[in-house]
Every structure is written in C-alpha cells, then in structure tokens.
C-alpha cells in the first residue's frame, strides 16, 4: 500500500463502492479502495441490475460481461402468491439497456476486476477518520493509516463514514426479513411446473420473489419478504430452514411450494433502513448507497442506487476537479437526493409492479444524459 498521499480513498468494496473506484480511475483520478473483509465469497444471493445500472457498467467496460453471465428476463410477471393469477406483466426491454439478474458474487467479482491491479485493499477495517481541513487521515482496525484529500463512505448501512459525520445510531429494523436461497434447475425439473424468468409472488402482507442467477439458467433463486416481529441475532444473517418456510408459506401456490420443497439451504436476513439523511456529506467526506439511503429492497434497486450515486459523483468530481470537492459533493447531493429518495420510499412501500405501471422512470433513467442541476438551482 502506498504511504504517500492519495487523492481518494473509498471505504467499502461493496456493489456502490467497486463501482466507484472504477469509474473515478476511468476519469483519471488516483483512487484507493479499502476493504474489511479479506476477501468476497460466493455468498448465496442474487441480484437484478437493470438497464439504469447496465448503461452505467458500459462506461468501465463490463456491461457484455455481465450480460454474458446473467439472466436476462423480458418480462417481470407479479402474480397473485395464493391463486398464481397475475396481477402485472411488465415488459423489461426498451430502456436503452438490458435487464440482468444475476449471482451477487458472480457480479462483485467483475465490478472488483474492473479496478486498476494493486488499488483494492482487503482485510482494511476502517476504524477512524480525521479530517483536519487540510486532508484525512485514515486508521485501520490493523493499526495502518493512510491520507487521502478526499473519503467516500460506502461501507453500508452500518458505515463508520456515516457515523463520523452523523453520530452513531443503529439503522431502524423494518418488521421484515428476507429469506435467501439458491436452487439448482435440475431439482426442478421433476415438476410439471413452469419456472418463469423473473416473478413475484405476492401475498397480502408477504411475499417471494423468484429469477435465474445465471446465463445457463441453472441456478434459481429466491428472495422473501416476511414480517417477523423483531432481529434478536447480532449476525448479518442467520441460517433458517425448509420447515420455516414452508410455515410461512402454507396454502401459497404449487410452484413456491415445489421451490420450497426443493430448498437445500436457506438463509434469513434482517431488512433494514434509514429515514433520508440530513446531509450527505461535510468537509472532505462524502457518502453513497446504503451509507446514505438504505432502503427495504422489494424494488430490487438498493444496489441500483448505489451505482448511479456512484456515477453522478464521479461527474460531478470531474466537472469541477478534485480541489473544489465542496462544489463537486454540493452538486452530487443536488443531483441525486430526491431520485434516491423517491426510490428508498417507493421500496420500502413494497408496491412497485404489483399492478400494471410503466417502469421507464427507474430503468429508463439514464444518468449521462441528465442535465447537471446546479446546487442554487435546486
Ligand atoms: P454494500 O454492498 O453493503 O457494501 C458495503 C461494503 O463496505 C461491504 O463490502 C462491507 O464489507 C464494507 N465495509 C463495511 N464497513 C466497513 C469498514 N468499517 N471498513 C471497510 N469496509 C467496510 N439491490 C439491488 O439493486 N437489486 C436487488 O435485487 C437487491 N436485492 C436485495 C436483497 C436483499 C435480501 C437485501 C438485504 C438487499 C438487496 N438489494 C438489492 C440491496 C443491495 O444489496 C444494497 O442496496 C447494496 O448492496 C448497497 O451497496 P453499497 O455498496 O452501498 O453497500
């Protein structure tokens, strides 16, 4: 790690955080990205990225890629989880890009290749930040530090970042988890059943959403949210298992029943989130995605969120360069505030595509071609 002094440093390698450092090298700044984990696993998840983020992923270069591994539905069908009848049938081409669902892991790997060798630092917990007026000075949990003119927090929703600006306090548990499980194809094929590409099941106060992880479509995977009173675990999640889902899904349809049925591992989540932030950012430091807005994810576009917070930064850096951070962060927060908080209120409602709407708002967003809003116009 380089000891002399850098000009950005971002804390988290997350969906956002990969994002960034990659399009802020492609725009030619000198960026480091700081890591607690040791490294990424294959963590049992999925994820949709639609034609907002892909138009994104074309300006590093890897949006073919990720095409090349995803799913890529026409259509997000929501179906009534108890009668099977569908309630919407939204079509997801037409929006300048195309619509991915994908393994999580699979997507992490290739956002975290598109970085310049050597700038991605793992196992670096961030522990504190100092900024002095003149730079930050930036202490690891393993006792090294380094300085940076300016630090994007986009460590989640349990940021350090955050908590440095803001002070600490926990993220507000929903009511809600989410069950995760990755089923492979061939258990299904027992069924006379057709597994759609990308459907919601919804019941009235819980639901399933189900999509392939990969190109091949051998890997199915879905995704709950079920009311569950409180989060008594300290963990990121728990394991949770078959008999537990098939509780919570008794009397719903054969087909979540067959997936149910065909469930190896499952696993549970606590969903959480945030009232809007009073700030964004202060003096050198700046947050993104669920550092700032996390959100309940049933309009599968946290991550979404995050990418185009990531994209509209590194526009707004670019636009007024490194020295004047205070009017490129003024411009970031203008630019993106009420799209994000639009989208965290949408999804934590959990009513997006339940009945028949037109979508192009979300996935016909392109950030590139939006005019930049200056701060006083806002
Ligand atoms: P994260 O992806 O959480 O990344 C934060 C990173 O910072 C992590 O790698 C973490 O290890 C690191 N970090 C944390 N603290 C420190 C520290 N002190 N020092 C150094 N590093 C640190 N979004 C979608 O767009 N589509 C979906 O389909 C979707 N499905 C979801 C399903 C579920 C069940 C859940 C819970 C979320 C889902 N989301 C989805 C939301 C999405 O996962 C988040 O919005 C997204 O991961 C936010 O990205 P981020 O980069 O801000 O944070």
Same mark, same amino acid.
């Given at each position: ?15 956002g ?9 492609? /725009?030619? &700044? ?6 607690? /984990? ?13 034609? +907002? ?17 995803s ?6 069908f929501?179906?009534?989880g ?10 997801l ?38 900024? +002095? ?29 955050r ?19 990755l ?9 006379? #059943?057709? &597994? ?5 099941w ?10 392939? *992880? ?5 890997e ?50 606590? #969903?959480? +989130? ?8 202060k ?14 994810p ?5 991550a ?20 004047? &951070?205070?009017?490129? &962060? ?10 994000? *908080? ?7 409602? +959990? ?21 930049l809003?200056?701060?006083?116009? /806002?």
């Open positions: 790690m380089s000891n002399g002094k850098e000009k950005i440093a971002i804390i988290g390698a997350g969906l955080g990969a994002v960034a450092g990659a399009l802020l090298q492609h /725009a030619g &700044f000198e960026v480091n990205v700081y890591e607690q /984990a040791p490294s990424f696993s294959r963590l049992g998840a999925g994820i949709h990225m639609g034609p +907002n983020v892909l138009k994104i992923f074309e300006r590093i270069g890897v949006d073919k890629k990720v095409i090349s591994i799913s890529t539905p026409s259509h997000w929501s179906r009534d108890i009668t099977g009848e569908y309630t919407a049938r939204v079509p081409v037409g929006y300048g890009q195309t619509y991915c669902t994908v393994h999580r892991g699979d997507l992490q790997a290739i956002q975290c290749d598109a970085l310049q060798p050597g700038t991605l630092h793992f196992g670096k917990k961030l522990a504190r930040l100092d900024d +002095n007026g003149t730079d930050v000075l930036i202490e690891f949990e393993d006792g090294t530090s380094v300085r940076a003119d300016i630090v994007i927090g986009a460590d989640g929703i349990n940021s350090r970042v908590e440095t600006l803001l002070g600490a306090e926990k993220p507000n548990y929903s009511g809600w988890v989410g069950h995760r499980a089923i492979s194809s061939d258990k299904l094929k027992k069924y006379d #059943l057709t &597994f759609e590409d990308c459907v919601k919804w019941g009235p106060d819980r639901h399933m959403m189900v999509y392939y *992880t990969t190109a091949r479509r051998d199915y995977y879905y995704v709950t949210g079920v009311p569950h009173p409180a989060w008594e675990f300290d963990s990121a999640f728990v394991g949770s298992s078959r008999d537990e889902m098939a509780a919570a899904f008794k009397g719903y349809h054969p087909i979540i029943q067959a997936l149910i049925e065909s469930t190896d591992e499952v696993t549970k989540w606590p #969903l959480f +989130n945030r009232n809007p932030l009073p700030l964004w950012s003096g050198r430091l700046v947050l993104l995605g669920d550092a700032c807005h996390p959100m309940k049933h309009m599968a576009q946290g979404a969120m995050a990418i185009e917070d990531a994209a509209m930064l590194t526009r707004c850096l670019q636009e007024t360069g490194i020295n004047d &951070f205070r009017t490129a &962060f003024g411009l970031y927060e203008t630019n993106r505030r009420d799209r994000a *908080t639009r989208v965290q209120s949408v999804s934590n409602a +959990n009513t997006f595509l339940l009945k028949q709407e037109d979508p192009a708002w979300v996935y016909g967003y392109d950030i590139y071609a939006e005019p809003k200056s701060e006083t116009a /806002a």
